[in-house]
């Protein structure tokens, strides 16, 4: 479609109401509809509302100081409005903000369908937990990446779900193996109702860092339309896209920015953009754009699904904070939508130059060398043997680290011990608390396995590649100096651990 | 127990653990712990943390300006501490304010056990739906008021949980009829699982507006302790605690305030002031206190319950927002326990205020008799008919009315129509659509009405009083001037609706 197409030309969304489950439909309608209509009504008394008087709120004014969306170091003063932001408000949150979000979304991602809404919520851990209380029944199976994040299949496991991982390659989840996955299931798993929600964190993904292409987006757009799943993008790190790792090319200080129209034509579209049905429910948040303590996020979706989600948001968390919401309509009305995507673009330089700033320090310590095949992974190796691989991502936070354990001499040991249930994983163990040991803190992969039950822990029975273990590095917080430092420390446990010196001494 | 009684000498809570439901069990404990132990070593380089960088939140410094606590037009202003208030946080909510509640509660509450925990929550609402995913499984009935609050039965209607409501009088639930329910529970629901968890407002409940006595109190929590039934404290009103309503006395504008002592010994204990075991999950709420925008309140609980909650927590909401914990932490440091004690009393005075203007407005327009026997209620009467009767509340912001339909003129004919299933609610959608049309908003008492299935809906099935509906009317939002208009619409409508003009012309 092109930017000029009206959102009357649109088709509607499909209906997708069977999706919705029993525990959703079984939510009584709001009784106060009625009463809301009077209210409106010129001279009524209401007598109806339970609410505490306004008057006696003790806050009067609230003034922020707040960065210019672009110039460094100059500052905005913001007052914030509150009327009507410290009462009770209607579960979809304030009016002006959600028409704000619309008017974002419909500028960022130019949804394809013509009856798409915004309904506000308190931040994407919440909103997932609101999509898995609209969509799953218990026990059924979340079709998700083959390293997922942590917090959601958190929510998800008491409930009795469990995940379906489905193989990944370095453009994101493989549509063919999504295709096949759906194609096969009664065989693979008798009983079991077909998977019908896809949960995806498609750019920078956590923790596999990577960002998945237009191409395999459409392709996993349309499994998804043949085998009816509904799409869940949880997508925080959307802004924080970047362009490809290139070693010669030193991290720039102060970089040009461009105008805000190449900067959206840079991202890979959303699947929001390809979708074309309502099939696609976005969550969408402030944390990594503002800031987390907002608590503050919104979904995007076809209004059969926000009606159920406001529904269950008026009896799970109503309203997020006021304050939150009154700073933030504040913000952006300050900045603009033109003043936000030039923040935006401004926050994906800096965290581009962090990334850059990792593999830069991987590179002082390991030689890195392109795999083998037309893959565009890197492979750190430490006397000419491999160590750890990886995908120099394209967006968001992440570096995530397939390390190669054949080499590795307690492996080697373990790996014979008929007493060693999953010698991967004891390795791993020994290692991070190694690596923790010489003061450098990884994240373990195990946090990212895929729940598929009691009986799909170890690494054999997960069918994960053999002699292989994970780790997740974050180069969010750390400054250029305390990465090598950290990388150096964790190079030097590496080589007592391989026994690399002996080796070469 | 005696105020000088250190924490120590207290016992610890008796193990409830038998009460954590089947959900709540099967929440993974949090993998983080390890990680977060050694993040604390000197010179640690974390590569573990998946945060956004503090330095690229656009918020710089907030300054709020406040009411003092209790001079009036008196203002403070107050600088937001922002540092860890803008990042993630734990779950359980930022530590200085978790120590700010704990004291407040010992200094009101003193709780009589020794490990009560304190967990931040983003609001009542949500934490309710939390308590029920820590102790109800699907199915369950839960122990609730004659009439309940709808947002509580809202959130657990989906889930299949059902009421199982006990009867109340002028103080409150029965602990007689408590007793009797649980004894007979088997008789009464064979099959059904003997409910193990009480929802109780017992200050100023919503709907019924009544306050709980002191000796009721420890009755209902006796009973719990025989039948083993955790008591869940929903108390937003707690403060909201007024004088008797004595017609005689005109509400005074400017009454002198006592001192916090005497203020706090006047209050009807709360459930968990009497609570020995650990058996009381109090919902303490900021909504009516401060403002309901905030989103923010706490637990009060027993270690073990609170654990379940925080892992609860971490994956349904994370921390309450940022912006409300600073700011409430800020006011609470600014103001004093002492001083918000004193902003408590003062709100009290006020909404006291309000209850007497209504029962005043109530006074004008019809004639207000004591209730025949020795109950608290008043009767009011048109033309020596008696309309409806109301407990005047002694907390809390309404008057729960109670309809006598038998002389009203369209029950008369509905009550013997064959055709009408419940002549009861019929007239009640009648009567609130006239006094809506005559521009007076009342809340339909069957709003309240407790979920017992659906089988359980006409007032003849719920074994309600036949010939009675009701109405709750709401004193905290409208004026003296619009309450008396919205009283004299009512009675106009009621002398329409009686026929009582007709009856006396």
Chains 1, 2 share one sequence.
Not at 396 to 401: E, R
């Amino acid at each position: 479609m092109t930017q000029s197409q009206s959102t009357n030309e649109l088709p509607t969304a499909v209906d997708f109401s069977h999706h919705i489950n029993s525990r959703s439909r079984a939510r009584h309608p709001s009784p106060l509809k009625d009463i809301i209509r009077f209210m409106a009504v010129e001279d009524m008394v209401s007598l109806a509302g339970g609410l505490p008087h306004p008057s006696f709120f003790p806050f009067h004014t609230v003034t922020v100081t707040a960065s210019a969306p672009t110039a460094e170091n100059s500052l905005c003063s913001l007052e914030l409005p509150l009327e009507g932001f410290l009462q009770y408000g209607s579960g979809s949150g304030n009016a002006e903000l959600r028409a704000w979000c619309r008017e974002f979304t419909q500028r960022v991602h130019r949804p394809a369908y013509a009856d798409w809404e915004v309904l506000l919520h308190p931040g994407n851990t919440n909103a997932w937990g609101k999509v898995v209380g609209l969509l799953c029944e218990p026990d059924d199976y979340i079709l998700c990446e083959s390293y997922t994040y942590p917090s959601a299949q958190a929510f998800w496991i008491p409930l009795g779900n469990k995940a379906a991982p489905v193989p990944s390659d370095a453009e994101g989840m493989r549509a063919d193996a999504l295709a096949q996955t759906l194609r096969e299931w009664d065989d693979s798993h008798p009983g079991a109702r077909q998977p019908r929600v896809l949960y995806l964190v498609s750019v920078g993904s956590n923790p596999s860092g990577v960002t998945m292409s237009t191409k395999r987006r459409q392709d996993i757009y349309d499994v998804c339309v043949e085998h009816d799943v509904i799409i869940v993008e949880d997508d925080p790190y959307f802004f924080l896209q970047y362009p490809e790792y290139n070693a010669s090319q030193v991290a720039m200080d102060d970089p040009e920015l461009v105008g805000n129209d190449e900067f959206l034509r840079s991202l890979t579209p959303s699947m929001l953009q390809i979708d074309h049905q309502g099939r696609v429910i976005r969550l969408e948040s402030f944390s990594k754009t503002l800031a987390p303590g907002l608590r503050l996020g919104y979904f995007v979706a076809n209004s059969v699904f926000t009606e159920r989600l406001l529904r269950a948001t008026e009896v799970e968390t109503q309203d997020p904070s006021g304050l939150s919401q009154a700073l933030t309509l504040r913000l952006m009305q300050s900045w603009g939508i033109g003043g936000y995507l030039g923040w935006l673009q401004g926050l994906s330089v800096e965290y581009r130059c962090r990334r850059d700033w990792m593999i830069d320090a991987f590179s002082q310590h390991f030689r890195l060398e392109n795999a083998a095949e037309d893959s565009r992974a890197l492979v750190a190796h430490l006397s000419d043997i491999p160590i750890f691989s990886f995908v120099p991502p394209t967006g968001g936070m992440f570096i995530w680290a397939c390390f190669y354990l054949s080499q590795n001499s307690a492996f080697k040991q373990l790996r014979h011990d008929e007493n060693v249930v999953d010698p991967e994983q004891t390795v791993a163990d020994q290692l991070w608390r190694q690596f923790a040991e010489a003061k450098v803190l990884l994240t373990p992969g195990s946090y990212y396995h895929p729940w598929e039950g009691p009986d799909k822990i170890t690494t054999h029975a997960r069918g994960a590649t053999p002699s292989t273990t994970n780790f997740r590095f974050s180069f969010s917080m750390t400054t250029k100096e305390e990465m090598e430092r950290g990388i150096a420390r964790m190079a030097r446990v590496i080589r007592a651990s391989w026994k690399l010196d002996q080796l070469v001494g």
